[in-house]
């Protein structure tokens, strides 16, 4: 007889559904527990709800010119600088999502499928890690540790401020803040950042196949680096893009045709002494170190005051630059001087001149200078603070290092070479310095600023920190108060002869007889005009005389000219030493209506909120009248119609290959109205011009870094020939876009003119009765 089966006890199956639950319910409890200690700090300090909402970056400063482009950043570590999500383009957030987080708008900070497939698959199909995990590692985490227990309590926290993230930030906030915190390399901290490195660019212009290779840099942007693992970084990509396929958002023939392009590196690094406007910059650099000493951060709740840091906090700086035109004026710089610099190393070859690049000195003053340029260098200064003695400091200027220099004939303008510290120096010496500075005269806005050839290789910014002999250019002034103090018109006449100022008169110790720059004196009556045009010697002596120095100084002063000017007649010529931010400001008056508008180089200050910290206000000064002062423009457009300017409008009757060879840019061939003034000092060691139109002023100088470094002849040294083809090249380029709106209207005129301009009929009496003088005295009695 069979036995009888045994039937399943109750009690045994709803044990097992006890413990079933038990177990379930035990490790919610603990997954609970867990996150609960995290966010109570038990495996590490976490972020409080005020960081959440605030965190904590280093901000780059930003410049920005006035169209809107971004001339640089002042940073230490973090060249970071954010963007809003609508910035970014749609391709990007979709390469991102598609890569990193299919399914980042499904889940709140923890994506549970891609949790349990990365346990189950041991991470061998990807892992679990969302965009919000991503951000929350990298602003408050730090990198993954190598401990497995501190690896886990790290991912914990992760996983508790994702979340905590998600309720505090939209989706398209997360995906904004995660990609402006990322360090691409290479100083690109952000998205912004990186677009314009890698790619010369703002984020919203990135193409699909460029947001592809930046995104691909995300998951290690040092491995996947587009400049030393090219082929990586390519195969990265069109992964990327593959992803992008499988998730639809680009389509199949998309992805195939993208993934056969090249990847278009246009690499622009970013650093303080490259890109556009680096003299600016490092003036504005100073500029904003003054302001924040001066300006503190509001005070705190706890009573503190901070000041606000330029390479941390984020500032926006708005400045007057134009980027068109600054790029038109560097351009200007670097052609004329390229072909100026060849001709001088011409005219300095050991066999014509032995002492090069200095004429006319003897051994010992070489000695004297050579000397100074070594203790004022680097090197001395850094040897000295390491404690080295003299004699070891001596002999490292004579060991010969490598060395990368200046050098014009390279497309870096960098050459590397083997020389001797102290040669290096006598190196440096013979190349020509230039300046240039262009201002809006009405508002004195600054529209282009270049302070030298190359920041990297000559960091003195020749725009205000060199003060040189203004020569000829300082004649107007002296013209300006005859006018002004004496009512003369540019009509009045002047004998071109021998003239002295006796001892003792106007505070002058000596007598002084200046001579013309080619000694010779013709005898002839010569309008104000024609003298200025032509820089004759002998009329601006007559007029200091008559005017006397000290209203000249006065209208000097009051047209922002700084330092010590002697109230002597020798300043008529041009003796003292002037910077070329005062000159273009000083000559901006006569082109304002007599009106002096101090230079500004910055309209607002913001924070990274765009809360407005400063705002400009403009420094004016009445200083001439506008009768005055259009009478000297018309004084100065006489410069360019029949003197010394000349050149801009007319070719040359004779030599001209010869000028050529030296006047970049020519012939120009300019119509409209300038108004300008040359200058040249003692031996050619300085040249000047400044020019103007309606709406814009500037000044150009070029010259040697010691004033023994120059040409031998005026022919080459002049400033017509040194200065003024840097301003023609800079205004032909202006004139070619349209959008600059630079003027080639006329000069707004007083609508009551007492003062006689028209010279025509007097200029001819003067000429047929000049030409019958000189007739006679050929005659042989």
């Given at each position: 007889?069979?036995?009888?089966?045994?039937?399943?006890?109750?009690?045994?199956?709803?044990?097992?559904i006890?413990w079933?639950?038990?177990?379930?319910?035990?490790?919610?409890?603990?997954?609970?527990?867990?996150?609960?200690?995290?966010?109570?700090?038990?495996?590490?300090?976490?972020?409080?709800?005020?960081?959440l909402?605030?965190?904590?970056?280093n901000?780059?400063?930003e410049?920005?010119?006035?169209?809107g482009?971004?001339?640089?950043?002042?940073?230490?570590?973090?060249?970071r600088?954010p963007?809003?999500?609508?910035?970014l383009p749609?391709?990007?957030?979709?390469?991102?999502?598609?890569?990193?987080?299919a399914?980042?708008?499904?889940?709140?900070?923890?994506?549970g499928?891609g949790?349990?497939?990365?346990?189950?698959f041991?991470g061998?199909?990807?892992?679990?890690s969302?965009?919000?995990?991503?951000l929350?590692?990298?602003?408050?985490?730090?990198?993954?540790?190598?401990?497995?227990?501190?690896?886990?309590?790290?991912?914990?926290?992760?996983?508790?401020?994702?979340?905590?993230?998600e309720?505090?930030?939209t989706?398209?906030?997360?995906i904004?803040?995660?990609?402006?915190?990322y360090?691409?390399?290479?100083?690109?901290?952000?998205?912004?950042?990186?677009?314009?490195?890698?790619f010369g660019?703002?984020?919203?212009?990135l193409?699909?196949?460029?947001?592809?290779?930046?995104?691909?840099?995300?998951?290690?942007?040092?491995?996947?680096?587009?400049?030393?693992?090219?082929?990586?970084?390519?195969?990265?990509?069109?992964?990327?893009?593959?992803?992008?396929?499988?998730?639809?958002?680009?389509?199949?023939e998309e992805?195939?045709?993208?993934?056969?392009?090249?990847?278009?590196?246009?690499?622009?690094?970013e650093?303080?002494?490259?890109?556009?406007?680096t003299y600016?910059?490092?003036?504005l650099?100073?500029?904003l170190?003054?302001?924040?000493?001066?300006?503190?951060?509001?005070?705190?709740?706890?009573?503190?005051?901070?000041?606000?840091?330029?390479?941390?906090?984020?500032?926006?700086v708005?400045?007057?630059?134009?980027?068109?035109?600054?790029k038109?004026a560097?351009?200007?710089?670097?052609?004329h001087?390229?072909?100026?610099?060849?001709?001088?190393?011409?005219?300095?070859?050991?066999?014509?001149?032995?002492?090069?690049?200095?004429?006319?000195?003897?051994?010992?003053?070489?000695?004297?200078?050579?000397?100074?340029?070594?203790?004022?260098?680097?090197?001395?200064?850094?040897?000295?603070?390491?404690?080295?003695?003299?004699?070891?400091?001596?002999?490292?200027?004579?060991?010969k290092?490598?060395?990368?220099?200046?050098d014009?004939?390279s497309d870096?303008?960098e050459?590397?070479?083997?020389?001797?510290?102290?040669?290096?120096i006598?190196?440096?010496k013979?190349?020509?310095r230039?300046?240039?500075?262009?201002m809006?005269?009405?508002?004195?806005?600054v529209?282009?600023?270049?302070?030298?050839?190359?920041?990297?290789?000559?960091?003195?910014?020749?725009?205000?920190?060199?003060?040189?002999?203004?020569?000829?250019?300082?004649?107007?002034?002296?013209?300006?108060a005859?006018?002004?103090?004496?009512?003369?018109?540019?009509?009045?006449?002047?004998?071109?002869?021998?003239?002295?100022?006796e001892?003792?008169?106007?505070?002058n110790?000596?007598?002084?007889?200046?001579k013309?720059s080619?000694?010779?004196?013709?005898?002839?009556?010569?309008?104000?005009k024609?003298?200025?045009?032509?820089?004759?010697n002998?009329?601006?002596?007559?007029l200091i005389?008559?005017?006397?120095?000290?209203?000249?100084?006065?209208?000097?002063?009051?047209?922002?000219?700084?330092?010590?000017?002697?109230?002597v007649p020798?300043?008529?010529?041009?003796?003292?030493?002037f910077n070329?931010?005062?000159?273009?400001g000083?000559?901006?008056?006569?082109?304002?209506?007599?009106?002096?508008?101090?230079?500004?180089?910055?309209?607002?200050?913001?924070?990274?909120?765009?809360t407005?910290?400063?705002?400009?206000?403009?420094?004016?000064?009445?200083?001439?009248?506008?009768?005055v002062a259009y009478?000297?423009?018309?004084?100065?457009?006489?410069?360019?119609e029949?003197g010394?300017?000349?050149r801009?409008r007319?070719?040359?009757?004779?030599?001209?290959?010869v000028?050529?060879?030296?006047?970049?840019g020519?012939?120009?061939?300019?119509?409209?109205?300038?108004a300008?003034?040359?200058?040249?000092?003692q031996?050619?060691?300085?040249?000047?011009?400044?020019?103007?139109?309606p709406?814009?002023?500037?000044?150009?100088?070029?010259?040697?870094?010691?004033?023994?470094?120059?040409?031998k002849?005026?022919?080459?040294?002049?400033?017509?020939?040194?200065?003024?083809?840097?301003?023609?090249?800079?205004?032909?380029?202006?004139?070619?876009?349209?959008?600059?709106?630079?003027?080639?209207?006329?000069?707004?005129?007083?609508?009551?003119?007492?003062?006689?301009?028209d010279?025509?009929?007097?200029e001819?009496?003067?000429?047929?009765?000049?030409?019958?003088?000189?007739?006679?005295?050929?005659?042989?009695f």
């Open positions: 007889m069979a036995s009888a089966r045994k039937k399943p006890s109750n009690t045994s199956f709803y044990s097992y006890k079933f639950w038990i177990l379930f319910f035990s490790g919610v409890l603990s997954v609970l527990a867990v996150f609960l200690l995290a966010s109570w700090g038990a495996f590490g300090e976490m972020p409080t709800f005020e960081r909402e605030n965190p904590k970056t901000l780059a400063t410049i920005i010119s006035s169209d482009v971004t001339l640089g950043k002042y940073y230490l570590d973090d060249n600088t963007v809003d999500y609508k910035e749609q391709n990007l957030v979709d390469a991102l999502v598609a890569t990193e987080d399914r980042y708008y499904d889940h709140s900070g923890i994506d499928i949790f349990l497939r990365a346990i189950a041991l061998q199909r990807g892992g679990a969302t965009i919000s995990q991503q929350a590692r990298q602003l408050f985490v730090g990198v993954r540790s190598k401990n497995l227990f501190q690896a886990v309590t790290q991912k914990i926290k992760e996983w508790v401020i994702a979340t905590r993230l309720r505090s930030y989706k398209q906030e997360i904004a803040m995660y990609m402006n915190i360090d691409f390399g290479y100083n690109a901290d952000g998205i912004r950042s990186a677009s314009r490195i890698y660019k703002e984020p919203r212009d193409k699909i196949e460029e947001s592809a290779v930046l995104v691909g840099m995300l998951k290690n942007s040092s491995l996947y680096n587009p400049i030393r693992r090219e082929k990586l970084v390519l195969d990265r990509r069109n992964t990327v893009l593959a992803q992008m396929e499988k998730y639809d958002f680009i389509n199949e992805k195939d045709s993208l993934q056969k392009t090249k990847m278009d590196i246009n690499f622009s690094p650093s303080h002494r490259e890109g556009l406007a600016f910059r490092m003036y650099q100073g500029y170190n003054d302001w924040i000493k001066k300006n503190p951060k509001p005070v705190t709740e706890d009573g503190d005051r901070d000041t606000w840091n330029i390479y941390l906090d984020g500032l926006k708005y400045t007057t630059i134009d980027s068109r035109m600054q038109n560097e351009e200007a710089v670097t052609e001087m390229k072909r100026l610099q060849a001709e001088f190393f011409h005219q300095n070859t050991p066999d014509r001149n032995p002492t090069a690049p200095f004429l006319d000195l003897e051994r010992e003053e070489i000695n004297r200078i050579m000397e100074r340029a070594m203790k004022n260098s680097d090197r001395w200064r850094k040897m000295r603070a390491a404690d080295k003695s003299e004699k070891e400091i001596r002999a490292s200027f004579n060991e290092t490598e060395m990368t220099v200046f014009w004939k870096t303008q050459k590397d070479t083997v020389m001797t510290p102290l040669d290096s006598r190196y440096y013979t190349f020509l230039s300046a240039m500075m262009s809006e005269p009405q508002t004195g806005h529209k282009a600023w270049v302070g030298g050839l190359n920041y990297k290789h000559f960091q003195y910014d020749n725009v205000i920190q060199g003060a040189r002999q203004a020569g000829s250019t300082f004649k107007p002034f002296v013209y300006a005859a006018i002004d103090q004496l009512r003369m018109s540019p009509c009045d006449q002047l004998p071109d002869s021998q003239y002295c100022i001892a003792g008169k106007h505070g110790p000596e007598p002084w007889c200046p013309n080619d000694g010779r004196y013709s005898g002839n009556m010569f309008t104000l024609h003298a200025l045009a032509n820089s004759v002998t009329v601006t002596a007559q005389d008559k005017v006397g120095p000290k209203p000249v100084v006065s209208i000097v002063k009051n047209l922002g000219l700084t330092g010590e000017i002697l109230e020798s300043i008529a010529l041009g003796t003292i030493d070329v931010y005062e000159m273009v000083a000559y901006g008056t006569f082109a304002n209506q007599g009106v002096y508008v101090k230079p500004v180089m910055v309209t607002r200050i913001e924070d990274k909120n765009g407005v910290l400063f705002e400009y206000v403009p420094e004016t000064k009445d200083v001439l009248s506008k009768e009478a000297m423009i018309n004084l100065l457009e006489g410069v360019t029949g010394s300017g000349t801009l007319h070719t040359f009757a004779k030599d001209q290959d000028y050529k060879e030296i006047i970049t020519y012939p120009y061939e300019f119509t409209n109205p300038i300008g003034k040359t200058g040249t000092t031996n050619q060691s300085d040249g000047w011009f400044m020019g103007m139109v709406n814009l002023v500037t000044g150009v100088w070029v010259g040697g870094e010691e004033r023994a470094t120059h040409f002849t005026i022919y080459y040294g002049q400033g017509a020939s040194m200065a003024l083809p840097i301003w023609a090249l800079y205004m032909q380029k202006n004139y070619t876009d349209p959008d600059l709106g630079v003027s080639k209207e006329e000069f707004i005129k007083p609508e009551k003119m007492t003062i006689n301009l010279c025509s009929k007097l001819q009496a003067v000429e047929e009765e000049n030409d019958l003088e000189n007739d006679l005295d050929d005659l042989d």
